[in-house]
């Protein structure tokens, strides 16, 4: 029986090491990872992307790649998680598209005002946000935004690393989802930041503009596969009530 999503919460943890005698199956995999594509992201852009590694001399080769890490040695399968900042053109355009056939393709002038903003989000705002070059414009953007900022209250996250940043929240928060996902069926997930980036990049063959999010490993927990008892610090030192 899948559990709830709160049951999901507790049961995920960081398994280090997974069962050798259970294998997971692949279309489950995939279907957690649809729930993946569920998870909220700026402005709708999914600058993302999942390589979902089940190929056995792959799994290999990511092992090396993740340090050799328990979690990657004894996964059944991986996820890697990818930010795809470098797509946001066609991104964009895909929900421009998409609004146009929901909205009815008809002329200019017949437009509300409402889908007319909300077509000139795509069309203008997140190129002006977005567009850089080797960086130059983003630091313009963000003196301008800075001055406009003494006036009144205005995005101030222009410059290359902070929509660097923003692509990877959106990936994390997928990335999040599909953990979820996963405990939900009983499987188990590690999410592993230590790895050399550009090896793993270079085994899955993507692009310059495709940056690791994270690798998960997959499996089903060994008996000794969570390696203590979950610590956080207490709540009320990291809860405010305002």
């Known amino acids: 029986m899948e559990k709830t999503v709160s049951e999901a919460i507790e049961y995920r943890r960081s398994v280090r090491v997974f069962r050798e005698d259970k294998e997971i199956e692949t279309e489950k995999v995939k279907e957690c990872l649809r729930k993946a594509v569920l998870a909220p992201t700026s402005s709708n852009l999914q600058l993302w992307e999942f390589y979902h590694v089940s190929d056995k001399n792959t799994l290999a ?141 270079r085994i899955l063959g993507l692009t310059r503009g495709a940056e690791i999010n994270m690798v998960i490993g997959c499996g089903v927990r060994a008996d000794k596969g969570i390696y203590g008892p979950r610590f956080r610090v207490p709540f009320e030192e990291v809860y405010r009530k305002i």
């Not at 998680?81 to 066609?90: E, F, M, N, P, T």
């Not at 994390?172 to 188990?188: C, K, R, T, V």
């Open 61 to 201: 080769q990511l092992t090396k790649a993740c340090l050799g890490q328990n979690a990657a040695k004894t996964a059944k399968q991986m996820v890697v998680v990818v930010a795809r900042k470098d797509l946001w053109k066609k991104r964009a355009k895909a929900n421009l598209e998409f609004l146009k056939a929901a909205y009815g393709h008809k002329a200019k002038e017949d437009y509300t005002k409402r889908e007319k903003f909300a077509m000139a989000y795509y069309q203008k705002l997140i190129p002006s946000v977005y567009s850089d070059f080797l960086g130059i414009l983003g630091w313009l953007k963000f003196v301008v935004f800075q001055v406009v900022g003494i006036f009144r209250p205005t995005y101030r996250q222009v410059r290359r690393s902070d929509m660097r940043i923003v692509a990877h929240k959106s990936a994390g928060l997928a990335a999040q989802n599909f953990m979820l996902g996963m405990a939900a069926i009983g499987y188990d997930t590690c999410p592993m930041e230590g790895s050399d980036t550009l090896a793993v990049k």
